[in-house]
Nanobody
Framework: QVQLVESGGGLVQPGGSLRLSCAAS????????MGWFRQAPGKEREFVAA????????VYPNSVKGRFTISRDNAKNTVYLQMNSLNTEDTAVYYC?????????WGRGTQVTVSS
């Protein structure tokens, strides 16, 4: 099992930056692929970024490609999401995800609001 706790959300102006963190408990963090998802009010949960267990491969949808960067520090059991050039469409609750084989674990989310 793994417990995930997101942090770093908040209010930011359009064009600004924010870095989210996800702290994971457990002995086998380095064996999990990690990801970030987001959900805005009235919308489906949306994939944002993923990183392989080793950190050697990352995946982004076109909506955030070039603006967001996912990274991980396995020694700290932490995954990060660096968000640059934020716009109002990025406003959502951001959730951390851990995946191993066919199992998934989720954090409770952190709010990101992009507004003037």
């Amino acid at each position: 099992q793994v417990q995930l706790v997101e942090s770093g959300g908040g209010l930011v102006q359009p064009g600004g930056s924010l870095r989210l963190s996800c702290a994971a408990s457990g002995r086998t963090f380095s064996s999990y692929a990690m990801g970030w998802f987001r959900q805005a009010p009235g919308k489906e949960r949306e994939f944002v970024a993923a990183i392989s267990a080793s950190g050697g491969n990352t995946v982004y949808p076109n909506s955030v490609k070039g603006r967001f960067t996912i990274s991980r520090d396995n020694a700290k059991n932490t995954v990060y999401l660096q968000m640059n050039s934020l716009n109002t469409e990025d406003t959502a609750v951001y959730y951390c995800n851990a995946r191993r084989l066919s199992r998934n674990w989720w954090g409770r989310g952190t709010q990101v609001t992009v507004s003037s």
